[in-house]
């Protein structure tokens, strides 16, 4: 399938969901187009800029009888001064409030068609992006707002797509201005990113800029529901990519998306992890990463909120749809899941708990070599764990964990030495939570053992020991 396919395909997929998308469309951009009606009321003299030659004669004429004479057609009548006049006012013109208006123009003629991007894109003034990407390095926020709301449509509404260094510099601005703190225009860059990112070649451009840990990393930190549903939509169009879809968890997706839903009160946001959700099992091409997909949401509790959501029984068909489908997937899932499975999954998603295979010691004595598996990634994992972590629980699971790999597996110590997991245990033998220094006691002294079958057996002395001294003191009494 070639690209302009790939493209058309992909929107037939939105369409179920297109009254949404209108939806979020008026919610997501109000904060600039109030602002954007208030400047439409502005009156700009452009007798003064050609006055002081700032702009040319033909300029004039045309964004007078545009602007204040109400010939709205001219922008296809005359395509090429069209776009030669608003290039040449961003270039010539500084006044913040003048840049504004000729913006609120330029989005208005585009929104009134779609076609008429190619006014732009077709111009004959070199590179069309610059005069617009330089803009969005002006302090004045609306200028920056709607220039990247005016770039969006630019590079999603035509079919020659944007040029790679040019779209690494607009999605590279897009990422650090979710990163900001406090922007009243982020539900902005939220919809730039939901028109842009339905585009398959703009998505791994996405990828290679760090988009998507940005995006999850924002909805970790618990944003307002808007926010919310937009940036977990972008993931949605993302998971359209097979490869995409194979990556996301990768960047711990399933875990956040999780706690979205537990804590979820707006159907649009539930409807939209749901769809996120699915597509993470249906579209990956290989079938073990769709399953470990679905052992991670078991793992993360999913199935409960589907109980939850299947009692409620809302009338919204796609929720019910993907609640179903979701439901038998998952339920197959667990059906087939091995207690290594298990673990590994519960390892990956970072969210240790006692859960009864850590304590199982059949558990430990036919899977601790299996940790060594694929570069030693579960222990990798373990060790990142006991450094990042700051839950109590999940540090002291990670100690007893490393201690009981130790004790199975002959040459444990050493690995986990290299690995630097012996300093982080020993590190946490100061750690606040008593829990934790207990559990990395225990770690240290299994790292210190050289013979557990010695040990094994002083255990095992020293428990019937104090049972005998228990039933000593009994027939006394």
């Not at 290039?87 to 008429?116: A, C, F, G, P, W």
């Not at 899932?333 to 199982?360: C, I, M």
């Amino acid at each position: 399938m070639d690209a302009k396919s790939r493209r058309e395909a992909d929107q037939e997929r939105y369409n179920p969901r297109k009254v949404y998308i209108r939806e979020d469309m008026i919610a997501a951009t109000s904060v600039l187009q109030i602002r954007a009606s208030e400047i439409r009321q502005s009156q700009i003299n452009w007798q003064s800029y050609l006055q002081s030659q700032m702009i040319t004669q033909r300029d004039h004429d045309f964004i007078v009888n545009l602007d204040q004479r109400g010939q709205k057609d001219l922008p296809d009548k005359n395509p090429d001064v069209c776009a030669d006049v608003f290039l040449n006012l961003l270039t010539h013109i500084s006044k913040d409030n003048t840049i504004q208006y000729v913006l609120v123009l330029i989005d208005d003629i585009l929104s009134e068609d779609k076609s008429r991007v190619k006014i732009f894109r077709n111009a004959k003034h070199g590179n069309v992006w610059q005069p617009f990407l330089n803009l969005l390095n002006r302090q004045d926020e609306f200028v920056q707002h709607m220039t990247a709301r005016i770039i969006a449509k630019l590079a999603c509404w035509h079919p020659q797509l944007m040029e790679k260094s040019d779209l690494h510099f607009y999605l590279s601005w897009l990422k650090d201005q979710l990163k900001t703190n406090n922007n009243d225009y982020i539900q902005s860059v939220g919809r730039c990113l939901q028109m842009m990112l339905r585009t398959d070649e703009y998505r791994f451009a996405f990828l290679s800029v760090d988009g998507i840990s940005t995006l999850l990393s924002i909805l970790a930190s618990r944003v307002n529901f808007q926010v919310q549903y937009q940036l977990v939509f972008c993931l949605w169009v993302l998971t359209f990519n097979p490869l995409l879809a194979e990556k996301m968890n990768k960047f711990n997706a399933i875990p956040i998306l999780a706690d979205i839903l537990s804590d979820s009160v707006k159907e649009k946001v539930t409807r939209i992890v749901l769809a996120v959700f699915r597509n993470l099992i249906e579209k990956p091409e290989d079938q073990q990463v769709a399953k470990e997909h679905c052992i991670a949401m078991v793992q993360c509790k999913v199935l409960k909120q589907l109980s939850i959501l299947e009692q409620k029984r809302s009338d919204d068909e796609d929720i019910m749809n993907d609640v179903d489908f979701l439901n038998e997937r998952l339920q197959t899932s667990v059906q087939d899941l091995s207690s290594f499975d298990q673990y590994a999954t519960e390892v990956k998603s970072g969210r240790l708990e006692w859960s009864p295979v850590h304590k199982s010691a059949k558990f430990w004595r036919e899977n601790a070599a299996r940790l060594n598996e694929r570069g030693q990634e579960l222990l990798r994992t373990l060790v990142h764990l006991l450094e990042k972590s700051r839950d109590p629980v999940v540090l002291a699971v990670a100690c007893y964990d490393v201690g009981e790999y130790v004790r199975h597996y002959p040459r444990g110590k050493h690995i986990i030495e290299q690995l630097g997991g012996k300093q982080r245990v020993m590190y946490l033998l100061s750690h606040e939570d008593p829990n934790v220094r207990y559990e990395a006691l225990l770690a240290v002294q299994k790292l210190m053992v050289h013979n557990w079958e010695y040990l094994g057996k002083q255990l095992e002395k020293e428990q019937i020991d104090k049972q005998a001294g228990g039933t000593a003191v009994g027939a006394k009494a």
